[in-house]
């Protein structure tokens, strides 16, 4: 008896499974926008994503309102209409129009000292800041106690801001306040607010509602059921060992119903794209809403604060920040100028092009800091409208760079490599130049023999300044060897602190491009902050597209 109930509840399992495993895109696309459709569903067939959502407001209208895949690993219930998702530091395009929304009724002023809303503020030297000095990451204040249960503490939290002596003398530089900025803007917010709303209750009450959106600070518990939580797989950090924090503590209740408005933001792409569609002007479904800010302090809100080709502090990369959102115009040129908006982890991405009258936004729930592969793969066409929307006619030209706006995405190895000695050469295979990628002949020629992993030397020039964040191509030769090191490098190799090697490399075929990813061995951490890299086997010899690693003393290690 225990053996047929064993066997009916194997057969019932079978079938609910057999019924679920059919992948399921659903939502709206308007005419001449369909190819978005077809590269979202390309992101799921080929593996880049789980489940997500992606949004475009047009001249403020709603073309794009995808979403798809599934609501967890288990894969028993599908990513829904009203699915909802952490986005990490896109909270931080709320935050700013938060703000702006306070500049724009006269309770905030961005070039006003903080000390003036917030006296306490002012001990250790920060008295000179000022508001736009918080709004830009130049308030010196970027490091938080490292503690996420501190995070669910907002007096906590703005008493540590409080005492803090900053890093630098406030307004001299800047430094990407990842967690630090959520508070520091908010309380601004919280103590000008007549009603001394928290920030949280502010947002619902004065730009979610009016807008008829869902972006949450503190998620109300009664609608917790409906977040889909990050698809956390444990890193391995070269050893036996696996690192899972602090990736688990963003899956807790906890995390989610704390306010904490630079890091979880719980929303959909539709309610972002909205958002980002109500900055440049009104929004028009069935109903008229009117533009969140006027033009005078959208243009306050949206003009760089950072000096050209200034440093990050933090990161040593150039970047380009508002009062509050980055300007995307390097990484995003094909759409002209302009761009603003905030990148998140998991896939998360809000902006917004006013010269197109286009704003932009997807979510995801894998739980890489710099892959939003829903963006990267289906903006691969929205890049190249130059009017929208447009004849959607891919040219050979267009394709040939296509890899220039599509870095690469995250690909889980099936199996350990094989490991390639630092002799080996690759077969060399006659082809015609016409037969290979752009890239084979386009490429740039690395021959720095300081990258090599036999150099102890940390004397270098690292790749944050080297490399930008968009991909390059380039080939090792000569004395830099002729690939990427292929096991975990020991920290303070090739020229860095932070030496860089290949996670699970193999060699594609002849004229083929693979997915890899770069560890950087860093502190006793061999796989820290990893790179979506792609590579290209060009009949002899391999050329990479490699990125700035986010770590301010690394570099890529050749043999």
């Known amino acids: 008896m225990n053996y047929l109930i064993y066997t009916y509840f194997l057969l019932i399992v079978k079938v609910i499974l057999s019924c679920q495993t059919k992948l399921k895109i659903s939502g709206t696309v308007d005419n001449g926008w369909e190819f978005v459709r077809e590269r979202f569903q390309e992101n799921f067939e080929q593996q880049r994503e789980l489940g997500a959502s992606i949004a475009v407001y047009y001249q403020g209208k709603l073309v794009v309102d995808l979403y798809g895949g599934w609501f967890n690993r288990s ?8 699915t909802l998702q952490l986005v990490f530091s896109a909270s931080k395009g709320l935050v700013a129009a938060t703000v702006a929304l306070c500049v724009q009724r006269g309770l905030l002023n961005y070039s006003e000292l903080v000390i003036k809303y917030w006296p306490e503020y002012g001990q250790n030297d920060k008295g000179n800041t000022t508001v736009a000095d918080i709004m830009s990451h130049r308030a010196g ?3 938080d106690s490292g503690m996420v249960e501190d995070y669910y503490n907002w007096t906590g939290m703005v008493h540590y801001l409080e005492q803090g002596q900053p890093l630098w003398t406030p307004g001299s530089k800047h430094g990407y306040h990842a967690v630090t900025y959520g508070w520091l803007a908010g309380e601004l917010v919280r103590r000008v607010d007549p009603k001394k709303r928290s920030l949280g209750q502010f947002i619902r009450e004065e730009i979610a509602q009016p807008l008829d959106i869902e972006f949450y600070i503190g ?8 977040v889909s939580l990050l698809d956390i797989k444990p890193i391995d950090d070269g050893s036996n060992n696996t690192l899972v924090e602090p990736y688990s503590k963003f899956n807790e209740k906890a995390f989610r119903q704390a306010e904490i408005p630079a890091a979880n933001g719980v929303t959909n792409a539709r309610s972002i794209a909205r958002l980002y569609a109500s900055l440049i002007g009104d929004v028009d479904d069935k109903k008229r809403y009117k533009r969140l800010l006027n033009d005078d302090i959208f243009r306050q809100a949206t ?12 990161l040593n990369i150039t970047t380009n920040l508002s009062m509050g959102f980055f300007i995307m115009n390097e990484m995003f040129s094909l759409f002209g100028h302009e761009v603003f908006g905030h990148l998140g982890a998991g896939g998360s991405i809000g902006l917004a092009v006013p010269s197109k009258n286009l704003s932009f936004a997807s979510d995801g729930m894998f739980e890489n800091i710099d892959d939003p592969s829903t963006f990267w793969h289906c903006s691969n066409g929205l890049n190249y409208l130059k009017s929208c929307p447009a004849p959607l006619v891919w040219s050979q030209q267009l394709q ?6 599509d870095p690469p995405v995250v690909v889980t190895a099936a199996s350990s490599p094989i490991p390639i000695t630092a002799t080996e050469t690759l077969p060399i295979t006659i082809t015609t130049e016409s037969d290979l990628p752009y890239q084979c002949s386009n490429y740039k020629s690395i021959t720095d023999g300081t990258r090599r992993t036999t150099n102890k030397h940390v004397d270098a020039e690292t790749d944050n300044t080297f490399f930008k964040s968009s991909p390059t191509w380039v080939r090792f030769e000569g004395d830099a060897g002729t690939r990427l090191a292929n096991y975990s490098v020991p920290h303070g190799r090739c020229g860095s602190e932070g030496s860089g090697w290949v996670k699970y490399p193999t060699d594609p075929e002849v004229g083929e491009t693979e997915i890899q990813t770069a560890c950087f061995n860093w502190n006793g951490m061999s796989c820290i902050w990893p790179k979506k890299i792609s590579v290209t086997n060009c009949g002899g010899f391999l050329v990479y597209a490699l990125v700035a690693p986010s770590l301010s003393d690394a570099r890529y290690c050749t043999i």
């Not at 998620?219 to 409906?226: A, F, I, K, Q």
């Not at 040939?400 to 706006?405: A, G, K, L």
């Open 141 to 143: 204040l970027p490091l």
């Open 400 to 405: 040939q760079c296509s890899w220039r706006v």
């Open 219 to 226: 998620l109300p518990s009664v609608e917790d059921y409906r």
């Open 75 to 82: 894969r028993l219930k599908s990513y829904e209409n009203d």
């Open 303 to 314: 003009t760089s604060n950072t000096p050209e080709n200034e440093l990050d502090y933090l």
